[in-house]
């Protein structure tokens, strides 16, 4: 079985450099847009039974888009528990206030995942965000009988923790090939109830230089 994972496009927060989370989101960039149809034409050849999105807008439209740049019939479901970490108090705030403010926490998230206390923002801990999106991705494998092509549109730290708790990374170093980048393609296969990494953050479609607000 094939599984693309995607981060969803760039949004107005993600340019600010604001966390969004589980509870905020901010519309697309315009040039977003021409990404999803980057990344459109770079699958157009690749077999999609089915896609699955998290609820929140951001990766909603991102899925929606893509389906309709495609211009192919793939049914897509929402997917709760593909939303992004509960960031509690972090969420809607800068990165550079909250690195002044709590930076043993913001270090922790980036850094060091199992030093990271997420009861001090009254959020998600990484433990809790692998179990429910692991849980989610055991479940969509199940539904296509292990077998076909799916793809699975979602956000920067959930995936990052999702795609490596799959693989059987360990939560001190979830962080240990880096993060995603907007509209970014990650290529798992899964056999034999192992999940094998094809490709990480692939990115080369889009045709630019990448700055720092575009991966997490």
Not at 105 to 132: M, W
Not at 136 to 151: F, L, P
Not at 160 to 165: A, D, Y
Not at 174 to 194: E, V
């Amino acid at each position: 079985m094939e599984l693309y994972f995607i981060r969803h496009g760039k949004t107005q927060w993600n340019l600010e450099g604001k966390y969004q989370g589980g509870h905020g989101d901010s519309p697309l960039l315009s040039e977003s847009m021409n990404d999803i149809s980057l990344l459109a034409k770079r699958l157009q050849e690749t077999k999609i039974d089915h896609m699955y999105a998290s609820p929140l807008p951001r990766a909603k439209v991102t899925a929606e888009t893509l389906i309709e740049d495609m211009n192919r019939q793939i049914p897509l479901s929402i997917v709760d528990d593909l939303r992004e970490f509960d960031l509690g108090i972090m969420e809607g705030r800068k990165f550079s206030e909250l690195e002044n403010e709590i930076p043993g926490v913001i270090y922790a998230f980036r850094n060091q995942p199992c030093d990271y206390d997420s009861d001090l923002i009254r959020g998600e801990s990484f433990e809790e965000v692998a179990k429910r999106t692991t849980g989610a991705v055991k479940r969509i494998v199940d539904e296509n009988q292990a077998s076909g092509s799916v793809v699975i549109v979602s956000h920067g730290a959930a995936l990052v923790t999702l795609i490596q708790s799959l693989l059987g990374t360990d939560i001190a170093d979830i962080r240990k090939d880096g993060g995603l980048s907007n509209t970014s393609l990650t290529h798992l296969q899964y056999n034999d109830g192992k999940f094998k990494l094809i490709k990480w953050n692939e990115t080369g479609y889009l045709n630019k230089k990448l700055d720092s607000s575009d991966t997490i």
